[in-house]
């Protein structure tokens, strides 16, 4: 690399990348590729046409895919959010910051310079989950924090129960652990009233999308605020009475407009 920079563009004036490519190409098989090396006793284009041109791979034709880099924090469902997306890492990593690198067809975690998992590209919303990465002895645990979420949406009402109840209906129901979260917040924000309207609703078009739900609630809410109040402007605060006036006010007796002196 010091050779080309020094002695094959140092001091060159190229017009653009064309012509940089033909003066490398000429500098690598004439100039540089003719004189024999230090080290190896060669020429660099006898050694290179002998050993290496063999080993070459096509030349890509795809554009390089530039990959995403990010540190997520590894939740307690065990699933950490790159590009929108949820993907499960074992038990150990929980609550832990980890190092992804996402590119159009995977998405791989590091720790350190060590890969630990490996996951296909989903999109956003979605999530890859890997059932090896939850080990049979919690699942027990994992299996009673849902029962106990299942209990409090039920708390708020029939058809919140049942939505939960749908919602973790799953081989894997603490990974839709989330989802009862974000139930269970809407329930705060709207009123348990409302979200049991709009959940029995959902539930008998069979649609299982707390994000769409949350959709509804918001769409029902601001078809029912009220109409605003008409403005009425109030009187003027500088306004006085005729009284406080020096001279009175005297009407024109002349129904033409004309002067009455």
Same mark, same amino acid.
């Given at each position: 690399?010091? !050779? #080309?920079?020094?002695?094959?563009?140092?001091?060159?004036?190229? +017009?653009?990348?064309? +012509?940089?490519?033909?003066?490398?190409?000429?500098? =690598?098989?004439?100039?540089?590729?003719?004189?024999?090396?230090?080290?190896?006793?060669?020429?660099?284009?006898?050694?290179?046409? *002998?050993?290496?041109? *063999?080993?070459?791979?096509?030349?890509?034709?795809?554009?390089?895919?530039? &990959?995403?880099? =990010?540190?997520?924090?590894?939740?307690? !469902? +065990?699933?950490?959010?790159?590009?929108?997306?949820?993907?499960?890492?074992?038990? @150990?990593?929980?609550?832990?910051?980890?190092?992804?690198?996402? !590119?159009?067809?995977?998405? =791989?975690?590091?720790?350190?310079?060590?890969?630990?998992?490996?996951?296909?590209? #989903? &999109?956003?919303?979605?999530?890859?989950?890997?059932?090896?990465?939850f080990p049979a002895e919690k699942s027990a645990y994992a299996r009673r924090d849902v029962v106990f979420l299942e209990g409090q949406a039920a708390r708020h009402g029939e058809a919140i129960g049942r939505y939960a109840h749908a919602l973790l209906d799953v081989p894997l129901p603490w990974t839709r652990?989330?989802?009862?979260?974000?139930?269970?917040?809407?329930?705060?924000?709207?009123?348990?009233?409302?979200?049991?309207?709009?959940?029995?609703?959902?539930?008998?078009?069979?649609?299982? !999308?707390?994000?769409? %739900?949350?959709?509804?609630?918001?769409? *029902?809410?601001?078809?029912? %605020?009220?109409?605003?109040?008409?403005?009425? @402007?109030?009187?003027?605060? =500088?306004?006085? /009475?005729?009284? +406080?006036?020096?001279?009175?006010?005297? /009407?024109?007796?002349? /129904?033409?407009?004309?002067?009455?002196?």
């Amino acid at each position: 690399m010091r !050779d #080309v920079r020094d002695d094959c563009f140092a001091g060159e004036h190229l +017009q653009n990348l064309e +012509q940089s490519g033909a003066h490398a190409r000429h500098w =690598c098989e004439h100039d540089y590729g003719m004189h024999r090396h230090s080290t190896t006793q060669r020429l660099p284009r006898e050694h290179f046409e *002998a050993v290496e041109r *063999a080993h070459l791979l096509p030349a890509p034709t795809a554009r390089y895919d530039l &990959p995403r880099w =990010c540190e997520p924090k590894v939740a307690r !469902d +065990q699933h950490a959010q790159v590009a929108r997306a949820l993907y499960s890492l074992p038990t @150990i990593w929980v609550s832990r910051r980890v190092v992804a690198r996402a !590119d159009s067809a995977t998405v =791989c975690f590091y720790h350190g310079q060590v890969l630990i998992k490996t996951h296909p590209r #989903v &999109p956003p919303g979605h999530r890859s989950t890997d059932p090896h990465d939850f080990p049979a002895e919690k699942s027990a645990y994992a299996r009673r924090d849902v029962v106990f979420l299942e209990g409090q949406a039920a708390r708020h009402g029939e058809a919140i129960g049942r939505y939960a109840h749908a919602l973790l209906d799953v081989p894997l129901p603490w990974t839709r652990m989330r989802r009862v979260y974000a139930l269970l917040g809407l329930v705060k924000r709207h009123g348990a009233e409302r979200v049991e309207a709009v959940c029995a609703t959902a539930l008998a078009a069979d649609m299982l !999308d707390v994000h769409r %739900l949350r959709r509804m609630l918001e769409l *029902a809410t601001s078809a029912a %605020l009220p109409a605003a109040a008409t403005r009425v @402007i109030p009187l003027a605060r =500088c306004l006085r /009475p005729a009284q +406080q006036y020096a001279l009175a006010f005297t /009407p024109n007796p002349n /129904p033409e407009g004309g002067s009455s002196r």
